[in-house]
Antibody, heavy 123, light 107 residues
Framework: EVQLVESGGGLVQPGGSLRLSCVGS????????MDWVRQAPGKGLEWVGR??????????EYAASVKGRFIISRDDSKKSVYLQMNSLRIEDTAVYYC??????????????WGKGTTVTVSS | DIQMTQSPSSLSAFVGDRITITCRAS??????LNWYQQKPGEVPKLLIY???ILQSGVPSRFSGRGSGTDFSLTISNLQPEDFATYYC?????????FGPGTKVDIK
Protein backbone atom coordinates (compact mmCIF):
# COMPACT_ATOMS: atom_id res chain seq x y z
CA GLU A 1 0.00 0.00 0.00
CA VAL A 2 1.30 3.42 -0.96
CA GLN A 3 1.47 5.50 2.17
CA LEU A 4 2.92 8.61 3.76
CA VAL A 5 3.06 9.05 7.53
CA GLU A 6 3.93 12.34 9.16
CA SER A 7 5.16 12.88 12.68
CA GLY A 8 6.72 15.55 14.85
CA GLY A 9 3.86 17.96 15.34
CA GLY A 10 3.11 19.55 18.67
CA LEU A 11 2.85 22.73 20.68
CA VAL A 12 5.64 25.28 20.37
CA GLN A 13 6.06 28.86 21.49
CA PRO A 14 6.33 31.73 19.04
CA GLY A 15 9.90 32.04 17.87
CA GLY A 16 10.57 28.38 18.49
CA SER A 17 11.50 25.54 16.17
CA LEU A 18 10.04 22.19 15.24
CA ARG A 19 11.03 19.44 12.83
CA LEU A 20 8.42 17.40 11.03
CA SER A 21 9.16 14.04 9.46
CA CYS A 22 7.36 12.06 6.79
CA VAL A 23 8.07 8.44 5.91
CA GLY A 24 6.97 6.93 2.63
CA SER A 25 6.24 3.30 1.84
CA UNK A 26 4.89 1.22 -0.99
CA UNK A 27 6.60 3.18 -3.76
CA UNK A 28 10.06 4.18 -4.97
CA UNK A 29 10.49 7.16 -2.69
CA UNK A 30 13.70 8.38 -4.29
CA UNK A 31 12.02 8.86 -7.67
CA UNK A 32 9.55 11.44 -6.46
CA UNK A 33 9.57 15.12 -5.62
CA MET A 34 7.97 15.62 -2.22
CA ASP A 35 5.86 18.60 -1.20
CA TRP A 36 4.48 19.95 2.06
CA VAL A 37 1.03 21.52 2.25
CA ARG A 38 -0.59 23.04 5.33
CA GLN A 39 -4.10 23.91 6.42
CA ALA A 40 -4.81 26.35 9.22
CA PRO A 41 -7.86 25.59 11.37
CA GLY A 42 -11.02 26.17 9.35
CA LYS A 43 -9.03 27.52 6.40
CA GLY A 44 -8.01 26.38 2.94
CA LEU A 45 -4.96 24.60 1.66
CA GLU A 46 -1.63 26.41 1.47
CA TRP A 47 1.34 25.01 -0.43
CA VAL A 48 4.48 25.23 1.73
CA GLY A 49 7.36 23.88 -0.31
CA ARG A 50 9.04 21.13 -2.27
CA UNK A 51 12.21 19.11 -2.49
CA UNK A 52 13.11 17.58 -5.80
CA UNK A 53 14.70 14.20 -6.39
CA UNK A 54 18.41 13.43 -6.58
CA UNK A 55 18.39 13.72 -10.36
CA UNK A 56 17.38 17.35 -9.96
CA UNK A 57 19.94 18.05 -7.29
CA UNK A 58 17.59 17.89 -4.33
CA UNK A 59 16.71 21.50 -5.06
CA UNK A 60 13.95 23.16 -3.08
CA GLU A 61 11.17 25.70 -3.51
CA TYR A 62 9.28 27.57 -0.82
CA ALA A 63 6.19 29.68 -0.45
CA ALA A 64 6.93 33.32 0.25
CA SER A 65 5.26 33.01 3.67
CA VAL A 66 7.86 30.49 4.90
CA LYS A 67 10.94 31.27 2.80
CA GLY A 68 13.96 31.90 4.99
CA ARG A 69 12.35 30.22 8.00
CA PHE A 70 11.53 26.69 6.80
CA ILE A 71 13.93 24.16 5.32
CA ILE A 72 12.97 20.97 3.52
CA SER A 73 15.40 18.06 3.33
CA ARG A 74 15.23 14.37 2.54
CA ASP A 75 17.00 11.12 3.24
CA ASP A 76 16.19 8.64 0.51
CA SER A 77 17.89 5.81 2.41
CA LYS A 78 15.24 6.26 5.07
CA LYS A 79 12.46 7.08 2.59
CA SER A 80 11.93 10.25 4.55
CA VAL A 81 11.38 13.92 4.00
CA TYR A 82 11.71 16.57 6.68
CA LEU A 83 10.37 20.05 7.32
CA GLN A 84 12.52 22.10 9.66
CA MET A 85 10.46 25.04 10.89
CA ASN A 86 12.27 27.92 12.58
CA SER A 87 11.15 31.31 13.91
CA LEU A 88 7.63 29.97 14.20
CA ARG A 89 4.74 32.40 14.25
CA ILE A 90 1.20 32.03 15.49
CA GLU A 91 0.02 32.03 11.88
CA ASP A 92 2.04 28.87 11.23
CA THR A 93 -0.50 26.94 13.30
CA ALA A 94 -1.91 24.31 10.97
CA VAL A 95 -2.16 20.70 10.00
CA TYR A 96 0.90 19.91 7.90
CA TYR A 97 0.51 17.36 5.12
CA CYS A 98 3.30 15.54 3.35
CA UNK A 99 2.45 14.82 -0.28
CA UNK A 100 3.95 12.87 -3.14
CA UNK A 101 4.33 14.73 -6.38
CA UNK A 102 3.83 12.63 -9.50
CA UNK A 103 4.49 13.71 -13.06
CA UNK A 104 2.67 12.72 -16.23
CA UNK A 105 4.17 14.39 -19.26
CA UNK A 106 4.73 17.89 -17.87
CA UNK A 107 1.76 17.74 -15.52
CA UNK A 108 2.54 17.52 -11.82
CA UNK A 109 0.00 16.53 -9.22
CA UNK A 110 -0.22 15.47 -5.59
CA UNK A 111 -1.61 11.97 -5.75
CA UNK A 112 -0.66 10.68 -2.31
CA TRP A 113 -1.22 12.57 0.93
CA GLY A 114 -0.33 11.72 4.50
CA LYS A 115 -2.93 12.09 7.23
CA GLY A 116 -1.18 15.18 8.52
CA THR A 117 0.46 16.29 11.74
CA THR A 118 -0.76 19.23 13.80
CA VAL A 119 1.48 22.15 14.70
CA THR A 120 0.24 24.67 17.24
CA VAL A 121 2.21 27.84 17.84
CA SER A 122 1.08 29.50 21.03
CA SER A 123 2.46 31.04 24.19
CA ASP B 1 3.54 34.51 -7.50
CA ILE B 2 0.42 33.30 -9.29
CA GLN B 3 -2.83 34.14 -7.53
CA MET B 4 -5.84 31.86 -7.78
CA THR B 5 -9.49 32.73 -7.26
CA GLN B 6 -12.54 30.49 -7.21
CA SER B 7 -16.23 31.16 -7.55
CA PRO B 8 -18.56 30.77 -5.94
CA SER B 9 -17.03 30.46 -2.47
CA SER B 10 -19.94 28.22 -1.55
CA LEU B 11 -23.03 26.78 -3.13
CA SER B 12 -26.01 24.67 -2.15
CA ALA B 13 -27.37 22.02 -4.46
CA PHE B 14 -29.67 19.03 -4.59
CA VAL B 15 -28.65 15.45 -5.15
CA GLY B 16 -28.85 14.90 -8.89
CA ASP B 17 -27.98 18.47 -9.82
CA ARG B 18 -25.25 19.51 -12.21
CA ILE B 19 -22.92 22.12 -10.76
CA THR B 20 -19.94 24.06 -12.07
CA ILE B 21 -17.16 25.66 -10.07
CA THR B 22 -14.83 28.14 -11.73
CA CYS B 23 -11.20 28.90 -11.06
CA ARG B 24 -9.26 31.83 -12.42
CA ALA B 25 -5.51 32.46 -12.43
CA SER B 26 -3.68 35.77 -12.39
CA UNK B 27 -1.62 34.68 -15.39
CA UNK B 28 -1.74 31.95 -17.98
CA UNK B 29 -1.32 28.42 -16.67
CA UNK B 30 -1.68 26.73 -20.06
CA UNK B 31 -3.24 23.48 -18.75
CA UNK B 32 -1.27 23.18 -15.52
CA LEU B 33 -4.27 23.11 -13.24
CA ASN B 34 -5.42 20.46 -10.78
CA TRP B 35 -8.60 19.94 -8.79
CA TYR B 36 -8.86 18.40 -5.32
CA GLN B 37 -11.79 17.37 -3.15
CA GLN B 38 -11.70 17.55 0.63
CA LYS B 39 -14.44 16.20 2.84
CA PRO B 40 -14.69 17.37 6.47
CA GLY B 41 -12.06 15.69 8.63
CA GLU B 42 -10.47 14.00 5.64
CA VAL B 43 -7.33 14.40 3.60
CA PRO B 44 -7.59 16.14 0.20
CA LYS B 45 -8.05 13.84 -2.76
CA LEU B 46 -6.88 14.46 -6.31
CA LEU B 47 -9.72 14.55 -8.83
CA ILE B 48 -8.32 16.06 -12.02
CA TYR B 49 -4.91 17.06 -13.29
CA UNK B 50 -3.79 18.75 -16.47
CA UNK B 51 -7.06 20.71 -16.36
CA UNK B 52 -9.12 17.85 -17.75
CA ILE B 53 -7.46 14.48 -17.06
CA LEU B 54 -9.48 12.40 -14.63
CA GLN B 55 -7.40 10.73 -11.94
CA SER B 56 -7.72 6.97 -11.88
CA GLY B 57 -10.68 5.82 -9.83
CA VAL B 58 -12.52 9.14 -9.91
CA PRO B 59 -16.12 8.84 -11.16
CA SER B 60 -16.82 10.09 -14.66
CA ARG B 61 -19.45 12.54 -13.37
CA PHE B 62 -16.48 14.80 -12.56
CA SER B 63 -15.04 16.73 -15.48
CA GLY B 64 -12.66 19.63 -15.91
CA ARG B 65 -12.05 22.04 -18.70
CA GLY B 66 -10.25 25.23 -19.52
CA SER B 67 -6.82 26.56 -20.34
CA GLY B 68 -4.93 29.79 -19.93
CA THR B 69 -6.49 31.65 -17.03
CA ASP B 70 -10.03 30.27 -16.85
CA PHE B 71 -10.96 26.79 -15.72
CA SER B 72 -14.01 24.93 -14.48
CA LEU B 73 -14.91 21.79 -12.60
CA THR B 74 -18.32 20.28 -13.35
CA ILE B 75 -20.04 17.60 -11.34
CA SER B 76 -22.95 15.99 -13.15
CA ASN B 77 -25.64 14.14 -11.23
CA LEU B 78 -24.39 15.27 -7.82
CA GLN B 79 -24.19 12.44 -5.32
CA PRO B 80 -24.39 12.59 -1.50
CA GLU B 81 -20.68 11.76 -1.24
CA ASP B 82 -19.80 14.78 -3.43
CA PHE B 83 -20.68 17.31 -0.77
CA ALA B 84 -17.26 18.65 0.10
CA THR B 85 -14.88 21.54 -0.49
CA TYR B 86 -13.14 21.74 -3.84
CA TYR B 87 -9.78 23.40 -4.47
CA CYS B 88 -8.03 24.26 -7.68
CA UNK B 89 -4.23 24.29 -7.74
CA UNK B 90 -1.85 25.77 -10.26
CA UNK B 91 1.34 23.91 -11.11
CA UNK B 92 2.54 26.22 -13.86
CA UNK B 93 5.06 27.94 -11.62
CA UNK B 94 7.62 26.06 -9.50
CA UNK B 95 5.87 27.80 -6.59
CA UNK B 96 2.49 26.12 -6.52
CA UNK B 97 -0.64 27.75 -5.13
CA PHE B 98 -4.20 26.75 -4.33
CA GLY B 99 -7.45 28.55 -4.82
CA PRO B 100 -9.41 29.50 -1.69
CA GLY B 101 -11.87 26.65 -2.11
CA THR B 102 -15.54 26.19 -2.94
CA LYS B 103 -17.76 24.51 -0.39
CA VAL B 104 -20.59 22.45 -1.83
CA ASP B 105 -23.36 21.53 0.58
CA ILE B 106 -26.78 19.97 0.49
CA LYS B 107 -29.80 22.12 -0.28
Amino acid sequence: EVQLVESGGGLVQPGGSLRLSCVGSGFTFSDHYMDWVRQAPGKGLEWVGRIRAKGNGYTTEYAASVKGRFIISRDDSKKSVYLQMNSLRIEDTAVYYCTRLTAYRYFYYMDVWGKGTTVTVSS
Amino acid sequence: DIQMTQSPSSLSAFVGDRITITCRASQSLKSYLNWYQQKPGEVPKLLIYGASILQSGVPSRFSGRGSGTDFSLTISNLQPEDFATYYCQQTSSPVFSFGPGTKVDIK
